[in-house]
């Protein structure tokens, strides 16, 4: 069981602080109770055997002259010495002689048990002392005298002594109290002070707050200053930090600014300039045609192929510039459905022959226009990679990896060296040349800085002429078929 007082550094002071004085107190009491239980018993004993001594000198003619009047008039002058509570001399053959007995005393009986030849002894017994000694004459053994006398003043003595020491515990005790209250003010206060703001400072990360300092220069003042001092450091350290985010927000705004008027002016202000010249284009191919001369009309041909390149280049890098900037929203997203009208829309405009796997109702928190530009991008490259097998075979589907779901998007076309893997992901990095496969080479790093924004990972494995597989995770998505996580920005 926990003591309350004990879970406080001043209460824990306090019960070690009684603990130790009750203790040394304690064993002060028995250790003096014992030296003096027995200086009083040898004391007693000691005056018990002076005074049998007296009485068995001045009984010695009496014993001699068989007066046994005397012998009780020499007892009686114990009457002074309360303590004793009778006394009796004996014959030598054992036979009682005389005998004292304490008034207020009930009647006691000695028993002489001195050996033979023992000049004098003495007995405990329950609350007495009894002391035998032996009478002699010219070394002649001619009785003896025996005295009973109490041990109350020893018992008062203990009763007295256990008293005082109770109350010196008590005392100590009560200067305990004050001390530990006392060290409460110069230690416990200032160190609970420390604790409340180290508490503040590491719960609701104030770094404001600061320790009292106490008055005393002592070392827990040097220590409560040093908390303030590494406190001042790390709020100076916090300040020049959030000045130098602050200026990095205000740089990467200013740049993404930057990006957004020259997308708007790529888009806008490109584009039409870029229309005219494809229409005029195709105007003067025509007339060109009319006209009969083939050369002028290739080379016409050439430039309106060049600027419907130019333009779809265009769109490519805008997809790529809104991939790292839109804003995300992220919600529940049916992959499967998205992937399947793709697809459809695909076949709708070539007819090939192809056999499509799509898996049920994969669905993914995501952002459903980005994650849709991934899925686009992934499919119209299986799509157009594959354009040259009889029979071409296009997957998309989702398979768990450990803790982790993979969506994935395979077809068995042309692939690709595995070597050259790395170089997939960079903007304009192709694998296959343009007269085989047209494209800008855009379009993967837009998936990946989509995928990556979602903090998803995409790698892809190929093999050349044998298809090629490309994989993304999405950290919130599962490959079942609901996913109860929770949705979030
Ligand atoms: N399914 C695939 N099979 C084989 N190679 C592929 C496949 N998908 C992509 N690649 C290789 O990766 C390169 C980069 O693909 P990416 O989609 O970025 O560009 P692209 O398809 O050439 O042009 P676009 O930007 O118009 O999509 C491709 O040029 C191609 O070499
Ligand atoms: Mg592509």
Wanted: glycine letters at 6%.
């Amino acid at each position: 069981m926990k003591l309350w007082f004990a879970q406080s550094i001043a209460g824990r002071l306090r019960v070690l602080v009684l603990f130790v004085s009750g203790t040394a107190l304690l064993l002060a009491y028995i250790s003096f109770l014992a030296f003096d239980f027995y200086s009083l018993r040898h004391n007693l004993i000691d005056s018990l055997e002076t005074q049998a001594t007296i009485i068995g000198f001045n009984s010695e003619s009496a014993l001699l002259f068989d007066d046994q009047q005397t012998a009780e008039t020499t007892l009686s002058a114990l009457r002074g010495a309360p303590s004793i509570l009778a006394a009796e001399i004996f014959r030598a053959d054992g036979r009682a002689f005389a005998l004292y007995a304490r008034q207020d005393s009930a009647k006691q009986s000695i028993v002489p048990k001195l050996a033979v030849g023992q000049t004098s002894a003495s007995w405990i017994q329950d609350r007495s002392v009894l002391l035998g000694h032996a009478i002699k004459s010219d070394g002649k053994f001619i009785g003896s005298v025996y005295i009973l006398a109490e041990t109350r003043d020893i018992a008062n003595r203990t009763r007295q002594f256990g008293l005082l020491s109770a109350a010196i515990l008590l005392l100590c005790f009560a200067i305990a109290l004050l001390a530990t209250s006392t060290m409460r003010g110069l230690i416990i206060r200032p160190l609970e002070n420390l604790a409340e703001t180290a508490h503040v400072v590491s719960r609701q990360k104030d770094y404001s707050v600061r320790a009292k300092v106490p008055r005393r220069r002592d070392e827990l003042a040097f220590l409560v200053q040093s908390f303030n001092e590494m406190l001042d450091e790390i709020e100076k350290g916090r300040a020049v930090l959030e000045q130098k985010v602050a200026e990095r927000t205000a740089e990467l705004s200013a740049a993404n600014r930057e990006i957004e008027a020259f997308s708007y002016t790529v888009a806008h202000d490109l584009r039409g300039p870029l229309q005219q010249v494809a229409n005029i284009g195709f105007l003067l191919q025509s007339n060109a045609v009319n006209g009969k001369t083939p050369e002028a009309s290739a080379l016409l041909g050439k430039l309106v192929s060049a600027t419907s390149r130019m333009s779809s280049l265009i769109d490519d890098l805008l997809n790529l510039s809104r991939a790292g900037t839109a804003p995300l929203k992220h919600v529940q997203v049916d992959l499967s459905a998205i992937a399947r009208t793709i697809l459809e829309n695909l076949v709708l405009g070539d007819k090939r022959h192809i056999e499509t796997v799509i898996a049920d109702s994969r669905v993914a928190i995501a952002d459903e226009g980005l994650i849709t530009v991934v899925l686009e991008n992934l499919l119209r490259n299986a799509w157009k990679y594959s354009s040259r097998k009889d029979l071409a075979h296009i997957e998309f589907g989702c398979r768990d990896m450990g803790d982790e779901s993979v969506y994935f998007v395979k077809d068995n076309g042309a692939g690709f060296d595995n070597a050259y893997v790395d170089r997939l992901f960079s903007p304009f990095q192709r694998l296959h040349s343009q007269a085989d496969f047209p494209g800008t080479g855009v379009g993967l790093a837009t998936v990946q800085r989509i995928i990556a924004r979602h903090g998803g990972r995409v790698w892809a494995t190929g093999s050349v002429d044998r298809g090629a597989e490309f994989c993304f995770t999405l950290p919130q998505s599962k490959c079942g078929r609901e996913t109860d996580s929770e949705l979030s920005d």
